[in-house]
Structure formats: structure tokens, C-alpha cells
């Protein structure tokens, strides 16, 4: 095993007697679920909600003055901070997992038909949003530490919302929209790309910020 | 392996307000060396350095032979680290510890661990949390001898025991290196606990090394110097450490080839106590 994957192990043993909170996402598509919103949507908000979670292993890590305990371990800089991010987007695909498999489960037993596609749509589109989210936060994290930088929890939540509405006020822009809707496969695509790109950066810049807190 | 586990050359950071300077020690395999100073002379800064928690402005690190920073993995297989309070997440159990923990290590020996939190007599229901100070210390060190750490740092891990706990931890460190194979570095400012156990101490006053070597030759290097006022001598104000001026009389650090000469004053053998309390008054760099 590598000494990133031993990281994001050591995360889950972090956060085990906190990963009851993220019961919250049952409850959460069973409502929306039951009140007919659609399987985008709600994967939408299971990002919002897996991004706003990401910030308690931090929170966690200050608290119990984790530095140390990482300090005394064989680990590098860099596996810290990859077993983080990969301990991340491993929450966000799990909460994905499950909202999906509830989603459909709940549109059988209520009758109601689907298309696999949406799946595809749906991941393609949260995991842009929560990369956009979480790109924004983790290096100031890890530069900051949680107290200092909880201020800034609800910035790139702020930040995702301006582009959103950036793009329905700026004519150019909606365009763009307009576009992928009508190719919803290079949207989905377009989607990952960006997510993988957002997430590298972040990555890199995240290695940084850590490096010069010590 | 060589016979140095620890050698740390020129080693310099510096931060805002405070400069660690060319620090400079070894230490040899199978012995304790006490890393001592007052509070803020750098002892945690220089654990930090030597676990790469920190980056060095300038010197040199060694580990088992090794850079510390380019060989960090392998060499951490081989150093167990004891803190001053827990470095465990609270609502850990002991089986928590040992499952987050074990992965790291090449050679983790459960039956090891189970002896030593036997041997500790730690609860196995109860969280960290609840721990005493003294068991969550002992946690650290059963997490250190199961992996068979061949150096062990710890950081004031005396501070806030109970003497019969303090004891207890000195009795284990004996028993540690008595193969000959392990050394410890033990950073403290209780020094009543090295004189029981360390061989070298190393001191370090206002981010500046004043002293590194055996026990012995630190406390034959020193005497206390009491006397009336009438007995202060401009020469003796001028070269005791530390000096304590009274109305009925004077106390200080003097050094113990000079101490010979002033047969009016009560002359006494220095404990470590009594040259880092001096040192620290003065500030002053061993020459």
C-alpha cells in the first residue's frame, strides 16, 4: 500500500466516529426523492453538502493536534496532502454512489421510469461543482489550519453561485449553456475534464501552502 | 548501521521573534541523552527539525547515518516519538490506535503491542479522551516498542505526571536500551528525572547550545558558589553565572576550575537544575 493510500486510511479511522453525519444523504434523497425533484438535482446537493463535510477532517485534524501524530509517521508532505483530496473525492463518490442507488431504488418502487444517462449527467455536473468548491478550500486549509481558515468555509460556495449566475446574466456565457445542453456527452465530459483539472491544481497549490506552514 | 543514531550539525531556523542557532550533537547508539533548556529554548523546535516537521534554514540533519529529510520514510520505520499529551484522535480506543497505527509500520508486532498495553494496564473500552495524562503516554510508547523503534524521542513527556508515573517511564526507558542497540533523546525540563537515567545531555539556552556532552563531564564542569557580601570579589561578580545578589549574602554558577581559588565561599557541587537555572538568568554561551 502506498503512503498516500495509508493516509486516506488514517483519515477514515479520523473521521469513523463523525461518518453517521453523512446519514444526512438518505434522508436527504428520500424528501427530494419522494417530492419528484430530479436525479441532477439532487446530486447537486449531495456535492454541496459531501463539500461542506470535507472541512470536519480538518477541523478534526486541529483539534487533536494531528500534525504531530503525522509527523511521527512515515509520511511525506505530499502523501498527506494526496490522502487527503483522494480521501475527499472518495466521500463525494461514495455519497454519489448511494444517492444514486436510492434515487433508483425509490423511482422503481414508485414506478417511475429513468434514463442511464442522467447517472452520467448527474455525476459529470456534481463533481464539477464540488471540485469548484473544494479546489477553493482545501489549500487554504491546509495553508491556514481550520480555525483560521473557517471564515473561509462558505467563500467558494459563494464563488460557485457568482458563476452561476455569471453565466444566466452574461449573454456569451449562455450561450455556452445553451450549447452543452443541446450535447449534454461533451458537457459530461467537459464536466470531468474540469474536475480533474480544478482538483490537480488545487493539489499542487495545496502541497505549497503546506510546505510553507512549516 | 552506523554508531551515531543521531547527529545534528550547525542546524539553524529561524522564525519571527526567535533564531535557533547552529545547533550542533550527537548521539551514540545504546545510550539516553536529556535535551534541556527552559521553556521557548528551542528543544521542540529541534524535535521538529529532526522529525522534518519543520524545515531547516541551514546545517544538517543525520538519522541513523541517514538524511533526515531525503531518507524520512525509512528512517521513521525506525524512530518511535512520545509527546508531552496524546497525538491520537479522542474518540480512539486502543484497538482504534493500534488499527489507524500499524498500517505505517513495516514491522508491527501485534503480540508486542497487546503485551505492552497489558503491561500498561490500559483500559481497552474506554476512548483516549478519557485517558490520564499517564496513559496516553504510555499509549505513545506501547505504539513505539511495537514497531520496535530503535530510537525513541520524547518530548516533555514527563510534564504533568505524577512522580510515580515519572518513575515508572524511567524504570521503562532503562529497560529499553539496556541491549545496547536503542537509544533515546529525552527532552525535559524536569531534570531530577535525567540525573537517574541520561548518559549525554544536551542544553540549549535562548535557541543556542550551551552545552553538549556526557552528564558527568557537565556536572564536573560547574560548582555552586554561596557567600557574604563582603566576600564578592569584582573578579567573582565578574565570572559567576546566574548571580544571586541578597542583603545577607550572594549565590551563583561558577566554573569548577575556578571555584578553587575562593576558599571563603561555600563551595557546592552544581545539579543540572542548578546550571539551567543560572544559565537561563544569564543567557550566556558556553565556551
Redesign the interface.
Known sequence: ?T?SL?MV??DF??M??QLASYAVIVLFVLLFGFMGSSITLICINCAWFVALMSTTIFA?QE???????Y??????LKDIVLGRYIFTVMSFVLSFIVAIVLFFGLALFQGNSFKLFDVFLSFGVSSLIFSAIVGMQMPVFFKMGYIKARVWIFIPFGGVIGLVVLFGVVKGLSGIIAFMRSNETILVISCLLASYIIQYLSYRVSIIAY?KR? | MTDNYLELRDVRKRFTGFVLNDISFTLPKGYIMGLIGPNGAGKTTTI?LI?????KDAGEILVFGGNNVQN???I??D???V?D????????TVK?TE???S???EDWQHDVFTDMVSRFDLPHGKKVSEFSRGMQMKLMLACAFSHNAKLLILDEPTSGLDPVTRDELLEILQDYIKNGERSVLFSTHITSDLERVADYITFINQGELFFTGSMEELLGKYRLIKGRPKDLTVTLEKSAIGLRKTDVGFEGLIGAKEAAQYKECVIDTATIDDIVINVSKRGQRND
Open positions: 500500500m503512503n495509508k486510511k488514517l479511522f479520523t469513523k466516529s478534526t483539534k487533536n493536534n494531528l500534525n504531530r501524530l509527523g511521527s509517521l512515515s509520511l511525506k510546505r512549516r | 521538529q522529525l522534518n516537521m519543520l524545515e524520512e520514510s525509512r521513521k520505520q524512530v518511535g516519538v509527546f499529551s496524546s497525538i491520537y484522535v479522542d474518540s480512539w482504534d488499527k489507524a497505527i498500517i505505517f509500520y
